[in-house]
């Protein structure tokens, strides 16, 4: 079976890109400086920043309908990111190395079911949920810390 994962756009973080920390923290969004790598997972680009890239920390609602699912978490974004990573049939850097809980979501944006696995593994995983036809998309979130990553759908 064939699928996406995909990015965020980049467009509604562009606003934020290059901001004074104060103007920053006002917005409640933290500029950290990566130091180390793997370890600040852009959700655009889907890669890890590298050490001395700036990310922004901020709280983002990846599931935005008007259900009891609907969520938001904290995410790193790559400061000056411009093109969403999307790929098809393979799995971005940043998710490769880590475990990811995969949650399947109907059309009416409830949890139909879920799967945890390691991120090599997610081609297995995403083809077994997406065997339901009662699965309309995916969300994949890094297990460790729950955060969002990326959103998969069908091809």
Request: net charge negative; proline share 7%.
């Amino acid at each position: 079976m064939s699928f996406r994962i995909s990015g965020l756009d980049p467009a509604p973080f562009r606003a934020l890109y290059g901001l004074s920390d104060a103007a920053l923290a006002a917005a409640g969004v933290e500029r950290v400086r990566v130091d180390v790598c793997p370890g600040f997972p852009d959700r655009v680009e889907l890669r890890d920043g590298a050490p001395g890239e700036h990310v922004l920390l901020l709280n983002f609602v990846h599931q935005p309908a008007d259900t009891p699912y609907r969520a938001s978490h904290a995410i790193f974004v790559l400061e000056g990111a411009e093109h969403a990573c999307i790929l098809e049939n393979e799995v971005p850097e940043a998710l490769r190395p880590r475990t990811i809980s995969l949650r399947a979501f109907d059309v009416g944006h409830r949890i139909v079911a879920a799967d945890l696995c390691e991120g090599e593994a997610l081609p297995a995983s995403i083809e077994r949920l997406f065997d339901d036809p009662a699965v309309a998309y995916l969300q994949a979130h890094y297990a460790k810390y729950g955060c969002y990553a990326a959103r998969v759908e069908r091809t």
